[in-house]
């Protein structure tokens, strides 16, 4: 758990080592997020290449972090979700089906910046 009293530097070294746990704990036990990191290998050096401009190498590159990003914050909500309870309950379901439509919309988002784009 945080340190509460952490001040300066030593708070911003602990954001880190949580930081790394967030990213080794989502990596464990998220196949999605697993495979939007090699989505991510994959795509990169292919953004880099592609890309005329700086600016579109960023929006190629940066649609697909965004996707990692709102999976990291879906995995967060169903994992505060499953710890309240593994019973099925209406609002529990529909805080999973949000987090799932946000990440719906960011790679839809990636799908829709790559197309234009490239095309």
């Known amino acids: 758990m945080a340190n509460q009293n952490a001040k300066g530097f ?6 880190c080592f949580f930081s790394v746990a967030g990213f080794k704990a989502t990596w464990t036990h998220e ?3 697993r495979q939007e990191v090699i989505l991510f290998v994959v795509t990169t050096p292919l ?6 401009t700086n600016i579109e190498k960023l929006l190629l590159i940066g649609s697909i972090i965004l996707v990692m990003l709102v999976e990291l ?7 505060v979700v499953d710890r309240v309870g593994l019973e099925h309950h209406e609002l529990s379901g529909r ?3 949000i987090g799932s439509a946000a990440v719906m919309m960011s790679l839809v988002w990636a799908a829709v910046t790559w197309g234009l784009i490239l095309l």
């Open 95 to 97: 805080a999973k089906d």
């Open 31 to 33: 196949e999605a997020f």
């Open 47 to 52: 953004a880099i290449w592609l890309g005329q």
């Open 10 to 15: 030593k708070r911003l070294i602990n954001a």
């Open 73 to 79: 914050l879906n995995s967060a909500v169903e994992a």
